[in-house]
């Protein structure tokens, strides 16, 4: 019987998958939101879960054992600092995938965000604001 038998098929060797997952756990905790097939977003929320759960605990062992998992130590710092504080109500359900509805273009995969249920867009005046702080950096370094 395959009771609880979970094997992910995406294609890769199981070393790269662990790998891919760890380091799209990694963004999504530096980001807030990540864009992924929907294949990755499932798996991906799986361990992004389980890394949130282990932050709330917030001991020194649970620490190195994100630290184990995802093998960057600045995303566990921000993780147990700063996201597992934002959820320490809440029993569950740290993430939520939203289908964009469109396809990638190489192989027509169905892609989707896979963001952090407290994950706010920002407003237009953020964004135009932020990227006139880019280009005034660019412009810097390039005149440096």
């Excluded at 809440?90 to 027509?108: K, M, N, P």
């Amino acid at each position: 019987m395959r009771h609880r038998k979970r094997k992910i098929q995406i294609g890769r060797r199981p070393d790269h998958v662990r790998a891919l997952f760890a380091n799209q756990v990694c963004s999504l905790i530096e980001n807030g939101r990540i864009c992924t097939t929907i294949t990755k977003a499932k798996e991906t929320r799986r361990l992004a879960e389980k890394m949130i759960t282990l932050g709330k605990k917030g001991t020194l062992h649970h620490r190195r054992l994100a630290i184990s998992k995802l093998g960057n130590t600045t995303a566990v710092h921000k993780l147990f600092e700063e996201v597992a504080g934002r959820f320490q109500d809440v029993q569950g359900g740290y993430t939520r995938i939203i289908r964009c509805g469109q396809r990638r273009r190489g192989d027509g995969a169905e892609m989707c965000y896979l963001e952090l249920t407290d994950y706010e867009l920002p407003t237009a005046e953020e964004a135009t604001e932020e990227a006139e702080e880019t280009t005034e950096e660019v412009v810097e370094a390039a005149a440096e």
